[in-house]
């Protein structure tokens, strides 16, 4: 069956911009997690959603949002970008995300900001 | 001090050698993941432990909940093992789900032929 799917997989935005991120999971998975991978931090847990609903949320500003929708795509939204939001970002997906599923990766949507 | 730590952080190896990657941590953990991540950035889970040892071919991880120690072994290394190994661990509490996770600095492992 078919992977996780990021869109787009590399992008360049203007400081102040807004960019938006689409994942799709594996058919059936209903749990989507986004982080963010930079050299400096490594991989950091943005947020988690489960049914439509975020779950969990990491540390991050309110301007990194996200969303799910009732075919479990996710998307997540970056508003007014800082140089520092330069990074891979990653989506990934459980079959539920509870008692402990194997998580399975996209490929990342490599975000430049100028 | 971070709540997962790895060793080494680089490693370099001759082809057929035996490598193992550790990973410590200080929290309840519920489940703990071994990832893969060739450059270009994709990751691909090899392992997801919450007790003893599993084996996938030349891959081995095992997991010591007591001692908060978690290894991930490579018998017969190849040059197409070279990949940046990450340990992550999902919190307690968070019934293994995804939330929440918490990611080694990473292991780059280097295996020269």
């Known amino acids: 069956k078919a992977g996780v799917t990021q869109t787009p997989r590399y992008l360049i935005k203007t400081r102040g911009q807004q960019v938006t991120l689409s994942c799709s999971p594996i058919?059936?998975?209903?749990?989507v997690s986004w982080y963010q991978q930079t050299p400096g931090q490594g991989l950091q847990f943005l947020f988690e959603y489960f049914s439509e609903t975020q779950r969990n949320k990491g540390n991050f500003p309110g301007r990194f949002s996200g969303r799910q929708f009732s075919n479990s795509r996710s998307e997540m939204n970056v508003s007014t970008l800082e140089l520092g939001d330069s990074a891979l970002y990653l989506c990934?997906?459980?079959?539920?995300?509870?008692?402990?599923?194997?998580?399975?990766f996209g490929e990342g949507s490599w975000l430049t900001v100028v | 001090k971070n709540e997962v730590e790895q060793s080494p952080q680089n490693l370099t190896a001759q082809e057929g050698e035996f490598i193992t990657i550790n990973c410590s941590y200080s929290?309840?953990?519920?489940?703990l993941h071994w990832l893969q991540q060739h450059p270009g950035g994709g990751i691909v889970s090899l392992f997801m432990l919450s007790s003893g040892k599993k084996k996938h071919g030349r891959l081995i991880a095992t997991i010591n909940i007591q001692e908060k120690h978690s290894s991930l072994h490579i018998t017969a290394s190849h040059p197409r093992d070279s990949a940046v190994y990450i340990c992550a661990v999902g919190k307690e509490g968070y019934g293994g789900s995804q939330g929440n996770l918490i990611f080694g600095k990473g292991t780059k492992l280097s295996v020269k032929p």
């Open positions: 058919s059936g998975h209903r749990s």
């Open positions: 990934a997906s459980s079959a539920s995300g509870t008692g402990g599923n194997t998580i399975y």
């Open positions: 929290v309840g953990i519920s489940a």
